[in-house]
């Protein structure tokens, strides 16, 4: 009975990380595409600056963690707003 609970599992595990694959590659493909910047980018045209400015036109899926971890409150005032700033400081507290 615990084999093919076992094989199951590995079933499942499989199946999700082939659509996790599907919808990383397809969202990284679509948030290049210059039409589809008002969707993936809305707060950087609001502002007037250039969606792509400071990474190139194929991202990273992963990028975000590194610039997650290496923006300074004021910079997500900036880009963001005070929400998302107070959202922050509020998952680090309940995190730490």
Do not use: C, H
């Not at 094989?7 to 990380?17: A, D, E, K, Q, V």
């Amino acid at each position: 009975m615990t084999q093919m609970d076992f094989s199951s599992f590995l079933t499942s595990l499989g199946t999700s990380f082939l659509i996790f694959v599907v919808l990383m590659l397809l969202f990284s493909w679509l948030s290049s595409k210059p039409g589809n910047a008002v969707i993936y980018y809305p707060n950087r045209i609001l502002k007037g600056l250039d969606p792509f400015e400071g990474g190139s036109r194929t991202r990273n899926p992963f990028s975000w963690i590194r610039e997650a971890m290496s923006s300074t409150e004021q910079d997500v005032i900036s880009i963001s707003g005070y929400d998302t700033a107070v959202y922050f400081v509020f998952l680090s507290t309940a995190i730490v």
